[in-house]
């Protein structure tokens, strides 16, 4: 029996001969293309699994470090607040902060030592008689009623 394939004619003893060496050169290449899966499947769970220990090396370095910089950074501020004082409010109106912020913190301070009993016998001017000095009329009491 011959077979044609394009031009050429072949017969059965070269047709089974050609067969052979293709299914043997088909088998070698589908062992490279396996041998070739297999490499690439290890070099990608490799990569995989260097990626994970990568994150998860650096999570628990987060965690491992977030209470203590939490803690560390909850003393720096309360370091600065006690160098330099509460921080004033700032009231974003427009208008005059620098005297609506002095009067408040006057108003604090009378109201701190009015609570805590300081200056009670103490005049803020000492050219201006104190409360108990004064008559009913608002003038200065003689020295003998003082």
Known sequence: MFLFSGSVVLDQPNLYKT?????EWK???RAELTQFQKQVE??????????LER????????????????QEMDKELDTHRAERGP????????????DEDAEDMAAEDELMEEVLGINDGIN????????EAVTDGGEPAPEEAQ
């Open 19 to 23: 067969l052979q060496a293709f299914e």
């Open 27 to 29: 088998s070698v290449r």
């Open 42 to 51: 290890e070099q990608y769970l490799s990569n995989v699994e260097r990626q």
């Open 55 to 70: 994150i998860q090396n650096a999570r628990n370095a987060r965690r491992a470090n977030g209470p203590a910089n939490m």
């Open 87 to 98: 921080k004033t409010r700032r009231v974003p109106e427009g208008g005059n902060d620098e």
């Open 124 to 131: 803020e001017d000492p050219s201006k008689p104190s409360d």
